[in-house]
């Protein structure tokens, strides 16, 4: 029996049993599908996140201790930068500014009568703000009760918070400040590229005169503001070179690597850094979701198998009829195995345009850009195919075994 007659001979067979043969390659649909959906929707989402990091802040370099052996994301831990540091960093070759920033204990944050807790504000340089980053008014001045707040922090009382108005911040040891507010912004220099992901609330004061952290300089014995997070901002040709040369005063010269605690390191962090790190996070979870849908396909393939065993139960009188007039076991086997792999084959095909359309109709609920995963896509589809070869290999190999004398009698 060469390969077209045993194509013509199974695909009489699906036709006879459709709606059997159409559950089952729903079944098979669904389990490619879903793997489809989910790497698809992983892709995006690590584009969207990956563009959002690198589209922004690509020169900066961050530098903070965090701990060793630390698995997931950097966290910054405790202040060990002194002003020395950060004047130090200031005059490396293509720094163009280096902005130091630390956290003030509060209380409290009260406009207009409406009062909402607030556990810390970031202080900060007027450097930090970028002109493309401003909604609204301008940066603080050093040395003034200016503060500056993103839009989701403005929008955080009953009535929005706008440029001129007055805040009362209630700080740690019972202090309070009356602050005018000189700005909105939706972002700033020298935010971690991971910190953005929370998408919280922020209030910025000047260093001076809100910032009191601090320690004594080991290199020149006085007591001077320390900084857990230092960013510095090079000129856009030159970042690697002025990573290592930041890497190499960290290392051997700073203030921080004697006020560093035991089991924790310096680190410097560029934007590149941190997209490594958020696609490696990102594709460890797309494995494991589409892990997960991998079942759908294990359920397809037993699908096919319990059909296959169905229809050789069913045609045994068939089969004993074709080895009557010939047939050899092999043609047997072909047979059922062109059959299930007809099946995994539609049900492959028809997959990936559902499991497209469904993956583009998450990226668009969740709001962000839509990219294909071409790999898992070609992969999902001819483990489909595969899938359905294999299932029906058992149910052909029974075919193929069958007595042409006891199938003619089977009833």
């Not at 668009?364 to 899938?387: H, K, S």
Request: hydrophobic share 45%; no cysteine.
């Amino acid at each position: 029996m060469d390969l077209s007659e045993a194509v013509r001979i199974a695909l009489r067979s699906i036709r006879s049993h459709k709606l059997r043969s159409t559950l089952t390659v729903v079944g098979l649909v669904i389990g490619i599908a879903s793997v489809i959906v989910f790497a698809t929707f992983g892709a995006s989402v690590k584009t969207e996140v990956i563009s959002d990091i690198e589209g922004s802040n690509a020169d900066n370099v961050y530098a903070f201790a965090t701990p060793e052996d630390d698995e997931g994301f950097d966290r910054v831990i405790q202040p060990v930068f002194t002003e020395r540091d950060v004047s130090e960093l200031e005059s490396l070759a293509g720094v163009i500014t280096v902005v130091p920033r630390g956290t003030v204990d509060a209380n409290s944050l009260t406009h207009g009568g409406d009062t909402i807790a607030r556990q810390r504000v970031t202080a900060t340089t007027p450097e930090t703000f970028e002109a493309g980053k401003i909604v609204a008014g301008r940066g603080f001045r050093s040395g003034t009760n200016e503060v500056v707040l993103n839009e989701r922090a403005a929008e955080s009382f009953e009535e929005n918070v706008t440029v001129g108005d007055s805040l009362t911040l209630s700080l740690a040891e019972n202090r309070t400040a009356e602050l005018t507010v000189v700005g909105i912004v939706n972002g700033t220099r020298g935010e971690l590229p991971v910190s953005s992901f929370a998408e919280e609330s922020r209030v910025y004061v000047p260093i001076d005169p809100f910032y009191r952290t601090v320690v004594e300089s080991p290199s020149v014995g006085v007591r001077q503001r320390a900084y857990p997070q230092v960013t510095v901002v090079t000129e856009p040709t030159t970042t690697a070179a002025t990573r290592t040369a930041v890497e190499s005063y960290l290392r051997e010269e700073s203030d921080a690597r004697q006020l560093l605690p035991g089991g924790a390191e310096l680190t410097a962090r560029t934007s590149g850094d941190f997209v490594a790190q958020v696609a490696s996070v990102i594709e460890r979870i797309t494995r494991f979701v589409t892990g997960v849908a991998v079942i759908g396909l294990v359920v397809g393939a037993i699908g096919i198998a319990n059909i296959m065993l169905v229809s050789v139960t069913e045609r045994t009188r068939e089969i004993g009829v074709m080895k009557a007039v010939g047939a050899r076991n092999r043609d047997v086997l072909v047979l059922f195995l062109v059959e299930s792999g007809l099946l995994g084959t539609v049900g492959a095909v028809l997959a990936l345009p559902v499991g497209l359309a469904v993956g583009y109709a998450a990226t668009r609920y969740a709001e962000v850009t839509f990219a294909l995963a071409p790999t898992w896509m070609a992969t999902a589809v001819v483990v489909g195919v595969v899938v359905g070869v294999v299932a029906g290999l058992y149910p052909a190999w029974r075919a193929a075994r069958v007595d042409p004398i006891d199938a003619l009698r089977y009833e």
